[in-house]
């Protein structure tokens, strides 16, 4: 009957970490908090609208948008591409934390922060089913030179 030696803790705790340090790819790039503080502006989804409806931003500029629903739950998705751009064009607003559609609860304030890299005009809509005005609910993101 052979008894095996149990390896030290280290060993173990070694052979778990070292292959989740190797997958982790040292040249990717790490999402770090934009340098500036940034500019906050109040956003309000209501009856069916976002209020201010248009925005506007100047480019490389830190941008906080502070959204709350106030009567009922909205979503805010922002299309990071320019209007009417084309397929090779890249997106020309950064957000701090990617997100498709942001959910907006009744009295409840989402915070999204990005910077608009590119000169443009930015639509953003509502992306929760909302009632009867939902399609008609949108807004416009300016970033200006």
């Known amino acids: 009957m052979k008894i095996r030696a149990q390896p030290p803790v280290w060993v173990a705790a070694l052979a778990i970490l070292l292959p989740?340090?190797?997958?982790?790819d040292p040249d990717a790039p790490v999402k770090r908090p934009f340098e500036q503080p940034p500019r906050i502006i109040e956003v309000t989804a209501a009856d069916f609208q976002f209020t201010p409806s248009t925005i506007h931003i100047k480019a490389g500029k830190n941008i906080q948008l502070r959204?709350?629903?106030?009567?009922?739950?909205?979503?805010?998705?922002?299309?990071?591409?320019?209007?009417?751009?084309?397929?090779?064009?890249?997106?020309?607003?950064?957000?701090?934390?990617?997100?498709?559609?942001?959910?907006?609860?009744?009295g409840e304030t989402v915070m999204i922060e990005l910077v608009g890299?590119?000169?443009?005009?930015?639509?953003?809509?509502?992306?929760?089913?909302?009632?009867?005005?939902h399609k008609r609910m949108k807004g416009q993101l300016v970033v200006e030179p």
């Open 20 to 24: 989740v340090a190797a997958a982790q």
């Open 67 to 106: 959204v709350t629903a106030t009567d009922k739950t909205h979503g805010i998705r922002i299309n990071p591409f320019p209007d009417g751009a084309s397929k090779s064009t890249p997106p020309g607003l950064e957000f701090l934390y990617g997100e498709d559609c942001w959910k907006l609860r009744k």
């Open 117 to 133: 890299r590119t000169p443009g005009t930015y639509t953003f809509s509502c992306c929760k089913q909302c009632g009867p005005g």
